[in-house]
């Protein structure tokens, strides 16, 4: 069973900036995709970013040019770089990875980290 520890959530005013952390452990296999969701109170769980182990980081278009998702797959780490935070921002973010295997994906999830963004 894969877990997956987050860290660096918090309270930030507008405009500054967070890095959150999320380590997977408890797998031998490939993990072919690892990214970030996010849930606001009352909204619908949705896609932040996804780094597939080999292609293209897609973002979320509420997102793109604040935020920067990278990959350690050494480390089975995978990291969110936030910028220009606005409050529109403020949700709990969960970690996300997937792994094909059996003829199936497998989903495994974090238990997320809060970001506050307000003055």
């Known amino acids: 069973q894969v877990q997956l520890v987050e860290s660096g959530g918090g309270l930030v005013q507008p405009g500054g900036s967070l890095r959150l952390s999320c380590a997977a452990s408890g797998t031998s296999f490939n993990i072919n995709v690892m990214g970030w969701y996010r849930q606001a109170p009352g909204k619908e769980r949705e896609l932040v970013a996804r780094v597939p182990s080999g292609g293209s980081t897609m973002y979320a278009d509420s997102v793109k040019g604040r935020f920067t998702a990278s990959r350690d797959n050494a480390k089975n780490t995978v990291y969110l770089q936030m910028n220009s935070l606005k409050p529109e921002d403020t949700a709990v973010y969960l970690c996300?990875?997937?792994?094909?295997?059996?003829?199936?994906?497998?989903?495994?999830w974090g238990q997320g980290t809060q970001v506050t963004v307000s003055s």
């Open positions: 996300h990875a997937a792994i094909l295997r059996y003829g199936g994906w497998s989903n495994f």
